[in-house]
């Protein structure tokens, strides 16, 4: 079973940037679809950004030219560059991973099959 561990997180000014690292257990970037949520308290956990089986990249519109999200199978890693930060950034930010494909795009969290236990993002301004 993969097993997925987000690094990262931390406490930046609203326009700075942060670098979230999601580690696999196991190679298994090219057969998985993987995709990046986020949920603040009292939300739904909402998709920000995801890769499926083929390459392709997408993104939530609201981050979308802020965030760019990219994979290295060589290290079993994928990531979440997020630039202009804004405070209502703020949020637990998963990685998460569905075999062996996408059931949707974009992804839903439902269809997820496994997690990591996320990493914090809080943006003051």
């Known amino acids: 079973q993969a097993q997925l561990v987000e690094s990262g997180g931390g406490s930046v000014q609203a326009g700075g940037s942060l670098r979230l690292s999601c580690d696999y257990s196991?190679?298994?970037?090219?057969?998985?679809?993987v995709s990046w949520f986020r949920q603040v308290p009292g939300k739904e956990r909402e998709w920000v950004a995801g890769?499926?089986?083929?390459?392709?990249?997408g993104y939530a519109d609201s981050v979308k030219g802020r965030f760019t999200t990219s994979k290295d199978n060589a290290k079993n890693a994928l990531y979440l560059q997020l630039n202009s930060l804004k405070p209502e950034d703020t949020a637990m930010y998963y990685c998460?991973?569905?075999?062996?494909?996408?059931?949707?795009?974009?992804?839903?969290?439902?269809?997820?099959?496994?997690w990591g236990k996320g990493t914090l993002v809080t943006i003051s301004s």
């Open positions: 998460a991973a569905e075999n062996p494909r996408c059931s949707s795009w974009p992804p839903l969290s439902g269809g997820m099959d496994y």
């Open positions: 196991e190679s298994i970037y090219g057969d998985y679809c």
């Open positions: 890769i499926d089986n083929g390459g392709k990249i």
